[in-house]
């Protein structure tokens, strides 16, 4: 399975590729010359850890130019009055008449925790391509499912920080 982003997920990673490649590289490779020059390798833990976070470094620029390889590019947008990818929804869940907020955003952002729902998750694909004031039935498996009231669609963007740590 590839893994959903939008055109704006690709060029934060790229962004962040170019950061790590050009500022965050030379600063470790810096560490490690300025720790080896300590002396002693064999008892020397400031080379080992300027050498793990390179190593981290590295790995992670492998990481985002694997997933931007494999992606598969969806479309960020939906229409003025429908939930699309990246729009803020305020739901009413019926069972326990609770009002949730979530976010829907692409499988590798999806974190519950933080209100942000994958767009492969129930909930989300539920979701998407409604409309304000739908209800809707959100199944999460073949023994259960619930129904939700769509009260509200944000299609501004999120005002968090919005860096890509989650992917």
């Known amino acids: 399975m590839h893994n959903q982003l939008t055109r704006s997920d690709i060029r934060k990673m790229e962004e962040e590729i170019e950061h ?3 500022v965050e590289r030379k ?3 810096e560490a490690v010359k300025e720790a080896r020059a300590h002396g002693d390798l064999s008892e020397n833990f400031e080379y080992y850890a300027a050498k793990r976070e390179k190593n981290r470094n590295e790995g992670r620029i492998r990481y985002l130019e694997r997933m931007i390889k494999t992606a598969e590019i969806i479309d960020d947008t939906s229409k003025e ?3 699309g990818v990246n729009n803020a929804v305020e739901v009413l869940i019926e069972e326990d008449q609770a009002v949730e907020n979530y976010r829907i955003v692409t499988t590798v952002r999806g974190n519950s925790l933080e209100g942000l729902i994958s767009t492969e998750s129930p909930l989300g694909k539920a979701l998407l391509g409604h409309k304000e004031g739908d209800r809707v039935w959100v199944q999460v498996n073949q023994n259960f499912g619930y ?13 968090r920080e919005d860096r890509l740590r989650s992917f």
Do not use: A, H, Q, T
């Open 147 to 159: 129904y939700v009231k769509i009260l509200k669609i944000d299609k501004s963007p999120d005002d």
């Open 81 to 83: 009055d429908e939930v």
């Open 27 to 29: 600063e470790l490779l």
């Open 20 to 22: 790590r490649k050009l």
